[in-house]
């Protein structure tokens, strides 16, 4: 069972930045596929950012240029830069890993105009 701790989150004014943390229980090496994903209020679950071995990222069209995932392999931990915050990304944000497997408890963003 691979455990999963979000941090970072809060409460931001509209072009602010925040830094997600997740920390994990084992060893990134041998985790291929991490993802940041947000929940917006009475909505889904949606994918933002993935990370892949090698470092190979992805973004959402909405968060491209201004959202950056990392890895820091000897602490265990990925981390989301939101920069140029929007009131459209306030929601919970999760740190999935596993395709989906592997979840955190989430951390909320609450971003103010």
């Known amino acids: 069972q691979v455990l999963l701790v979000e941090s970072g989150g809060g409460l931001v004014q509209a072009g602010g930045s925040l830094r997600l943390s997740c920390k994990f229980s084992e060893s990134l090496n041998d985790i291929n596929q991490i993802g940041w994903y947000r929940q917006a209020p009475g909505g889904q679950r949606d994918l933002v950012a993935r990370?892949?071995?090698?470092?190979?990222?992805s973004y959402v069209e909405s968060v491209k240029g201004r959202f950056t995932i990392s890895r820091d392999n000897a602490k265990n931990t990925v981390y989301l830069q939101m920069n140029a915050l929007k009131p459209e990304d306030t929601g919970v944000y999760y740190c999935?890993?596993?395709?989906?497997?592997?979840w955190g408890q989430g951390t909320q963003v609450t971003v103010s105009s």
């Open positions: 990370i892949f071995g090698g470092d190979i990222t």
């Open positions: 999935g890993a596993g395709g989906g497997v592997y």
